[in-house]
C-alpha cells in the first residue's frame, strides 16, 4: 500500500492483510509514526524531496510539487501516480513516475533502455529509474507488504443456469440444514446465466476490462469458474425462515480440485522522465495534428526496433514543446509497462487484455494477437475520442459512449459499424458529433479511418493487419502532416497556430 503524499493506492494483487491484536492505548494512530501509518516514508514528506541515481551516473536532488500531475482512478492497478518535480539548484522540470509493475512481465525501463541504444525518438526520455527499497529490502508486495503471508486458496464456484427449476431434492447424501454454498458462507449465490464477457471495472476516464483468459463465459450448462479471480457474483439475503427451503435439483456440493494458489507479485518502481503536457491540453488544432504526428512517428520507431506499445490510450499520448526535448519532438507515447518484444515467443503474462477499452481495436477486443495496425487503430480511436467528446468542455453523451458500456465483444460490434459508412448508425453519425472546433478536422479523419480500414470487394471492412507495415504508416503520418500544415501550424507550439477560441 502506498500513501505516498496523501494518495492512498491499494495495489493490485496485494490480497487480504489481517493485522495482530493492538491496544487502542497503546497503539493510537495519533502517536504513530508516518511508518506505522502506511505512508511512503521513501519520500521525505517535510521538503517532498528525493534523491536518485540518474542515467548520467550522478547522484541528484529533486523537489516533488505540490500537485499531482496524473492519478490512476481505478482500484485495483499498478498504482500508478506522477508528480510534476524540479531539480535542486537549476530548477529543470521533469515528471516523477511511481508504480508499482508485475514480476511476471518485463521491466519497462529494459524496453526503455533498449529503445534509447537503438535511437527510437518520440518516445518518453528516461533521467533515472530505480526499485524501491524500503529498509535494505526490495519494497514489493510479497516480501515486504505482506511480509511472507501467503494468500489461501481461491475456491470454485458452481452456479446454476437461471432455467433450473427448484424442486424437493432427492439426494440423500444432502444435509437438509446445511445450505448450497461455500463452507461458512451464510448466503447462498444467486443463480445466474452466464449471458455475457466478464463485468467491467470503470472508472471516470476509461473503461478497463477485466474477463478470463478465455474473454467470456460459458454460455451451456452451469458455470465453473476456472480462473483465480472468478467475476464478482452478487449475493442476495436470504430471509431467516428461508434456510430449509428445498434446493435445487441437482446442485453439486462434491468437493472440486484445489486450484493452486496465485503466485502474483508487484515490485515498487519509479521513474525520472523530461516533462510533456496531457494531450487535452493541445493549444489548436495544428498542435493536436503535430501531437499525434511525431508520437505515431515514434510508435513507428519503436516498431521498428522490435517493441511494441500495447497499450496506446488518451493518458499515454503526451506533447511537448520541442525545446524541451532532445529530439525536438512535439509529441510522444509513454508507458511501456504492457510493451513487449515483438519477436519473443512468449505470450504475455497479462490475465486479462491490455489497455482501456474505449481505445482498444476491434481485434484486441476479439482476442487476436496484438499487432501494430491494432496501436494505430488505437490512436485513432483517441483522435476521434478528442474530436467527438471534446474533453475540456462539459460532459455531453455522445455516440462514443457505447464503446465503454457491455461486454468486449459488443462494444468490438459496435465499433466495427461505427468505422462503416452507409450503415445505420455508422460513421456519419460518428462524424456528425465533431465538436465546431474540430469541424475541420473530418477530412484528415476521414483519411486515416481508409487507411485503417479499406472496404473488400465483399463489402466488409479490412480488419487484418499487413505484412507491409510502410504503406499504412507512410498514408496516416502523410494526412496528419499535411492537414497540420494546410492549417498554419509550423513547428512551433504555437506560434501562427490556428488557436481554438474557447481555450
Known sequence: MNCGLGYFTAVEGSGVINTASISIRKHSYAIMTPEELGFDTTLEFDSYSFRMQCEDGKDRVFQIRSEVFFHRKAIASRGTTCWSVVERGNKAQYILKDSWRSVNHGSEITLLRKAMERGVQGIAEIIAFEEVQFDGKLDDVRGNIMKGLRVGKPMRLKLLPASLDVTESTDSTLSEAAPPTPENSPHPPDRVSPVGSASLSRTRSGAVPRVSSSGSLNRQGPALFDSPNPPRVSSQKRKSSSIHEPRPKGFQNTPQPPLPPPEFDRVHTRILMRQGRELTTFSGTSELLWGFHDAIQGHRSLVESDILHRDIS????????????????????????????????????????????????????????????????SFFYVFLWICVTDPRSEWRWTPLAQWSTGGVLGVADVKEKHMRRGVYAGYEVVEGWFAE???????????????????????????????????????ILGALKAAAVKMGGGCTRRGVDRVIGFF
Not at 510493451?339 to 474505449?358: F, L
Not at 472496404?455 to 471492412?461: E, M, R
Not at 480488419?463 to 507495415?469: A, K, N, V, Y
Open 437 to 475: 472546433w474540430a469541424v475541420e478536422l473530418r477530412g484528415v479523419a476521414e483519411q486515416w479511418r481508409e487507411a485503417l480500414f479499406r472496404l473488400k470487394p465483399n463489402g466488409a471492412l479490412t480488419l487484418e493487419t499487413p505484412e507491409d507495415r510502410s504503406g499504412m504508416y507512410d498514408e
Open 314 to 377: 488518451i493518458d499515454n499520448i503526451m506533447l511537448s514543446d520541442p525545446a524541451d526535448r532532445s529530439d525536438g519532438k512535439r509529441g510522444f507515447i509513454i508507458d511501456l509497462d504492457l510493451a513487449v518484444q515483438i519477436s519473443s515467443t512468449q505470450p504475455s503474462s497479462a490475465p486479462h487484455r491490455t489497455g482501456i477499452m474505449e481505445f482498444n481495436a476491434i481485434g484486441v477486443l476479439r482476442g487476436e494477437r496484438h499487432t501494430f495496425r491494432h496501436d494505430l487503430e
